[in-house]
């Protein structure tokens, strides 16, 4: 049997676990949603540690989808007691999605000691944004506090970014000047820049709640929305309920954050539902055209997430809108964090 890595991906309210062979390949691959009140820890215990049994002793490493590394972790990172605690450390930068990978980390170390652990960052692959792209326009007492744009979906924008440059090294074109606009549309959504490989912008910022419309999550809006919100007595957990839960296409439509839905909807005559997915598509093509000057012209627009992948409608509309870019394919890349952190694991380990 070939060696396998173990790569867990905790979101704030799921499980998504793979075992895949040398290069990323799936061998094996589960998710599941958390119930109500239910465990992670013994969700991870009594449901992964069973699917496991009968590939444990083919096992060499476990790899972990970690959202936020801070400016301290910008590569695949060996976890140890030190890593683990630096980690903690990062939290109040993800609140929701930091703890549950560092309970998954916990897990692992507990269910097979003797296999090393890997960190993967979606805030690594940002790393190469140059200042002028991380930094706020905000005093040096606040910018030296590290209040700054990370950017983050970095693992699949990664992934994206690798898969073209393979692509156009197989069509004899030098990667080094593939111009790429990586657009990982889902639940979460966030654009990327890529010259030759490199990040150099991106819009999601300090936190995943800047740039598109998401699902729930408002994207951009004035800060002076919020002051005035602050001013009306809004409390700091209103706010966050309000911009990560009951905002975006959820908040625009009154019905759900479901882009299915949302279309159905809209074509029914629903007034929120048509709204939504005009505000959806203005912010997008805004952020587009934002990327593509940044990058100062595109060569392919690969559309990866669940959105991405499967509404053609929205690829159609999109290649109708972006006709004035000379040249510019439009491509359909499906999302794969977990064959990333495995690859990404693998090197590290070399």
Not at 155 to 169: D, F, K, M, R, T
């Amino acid at each position: 049997m070939a060696p396998l890595t173990l790569v867990i991906n905790l979101g704030s309210s799921s499980l998504k676990a793979a075992l895949l062979e040398p290069g990323g390949v799936a061998c094996w691959h589960q998710g599941r949603s958390l119930a109500p009140r239910e465990e992670l820890q013994t969700v991870l215990h009594d449901w992964l540690a069973p699917a496991l049994a009968d590939h444990r002793q083919a096992l060499v490493r476990i790899g972990h989808r970690v959202v936020h590394g801070g400016e301290r972790f910008i590569a695949p990172t060996r976890i140890d007691t030190a890593v683990e605690q630096e980690l903690q450390s990062l939290i109040p930068l993800a609140p929701l999605h930091n703890p549950p990978a560092l309970t998954g980390i916990a897990w692992g170390r507990a269910w097979a000691p003797e296999l090393p652990q890997w960190a993967c960052f979606d805030t690594a692959f940002h790393s190469t944004l140059p200042e002028a792209a991380r930094t706020y326009a905000l005093p040096e007492k606040l910018r030296a506090r590290g209040l700054r744009r990370f950017g983050f979906h970095g693992l699949n924008h990664q992934h994206v970014a690798e898969a073209l440059a393979a692509q156009w090294q197989a069509q004899g074109r030098d990667p080094d000047q593939l111009r790429l606009i990586s657009a990982h549309l889902g639940a979460g959504a966030s654009l990327a820049a890529v010259h030759g490989g490199r990040c150099i912008d991106t819009t999601m910022g300090y936190t995943p709640l800047e740039g598109l419309v998401m699902a729930t999550r408002s994207g951009s809006v004035d800060p002076g929305v919020l002051l005035e919100l602050m001013r009306e007595g809004f409390s700091e957990a209103e706010l966050a309920e309000l911009l990560q839960k009951q905002a975006g296409l959820k908040g625009l439509s009154g019905l759900s954050g479901d882009m299915r839905e949302i279309r159905d909807q809209a074509a029914a005559g629903h007034a929120g539902a048509a709204l939504a997915l005009a505000v959806f598509r203005h912010r997008l093509l805004q952020e587009l055209g934002a990327m593509a000057a940044s990058l100062g012209g595109v060569d392919v627009l690969a559309l990866t997430g669940g959105i991405g992948e499967h509404d053609g409608a929205l690829r159609q509309e999109l290649g109708d809108a972006l006709a004035w870019i000379p040249g510019l394919e439009i491509q359909v890349v499906p999302a794969d964090e977990e064959g990333m952190i495995a690859r990404l694991s693998e090197r590290g380990s070399v």
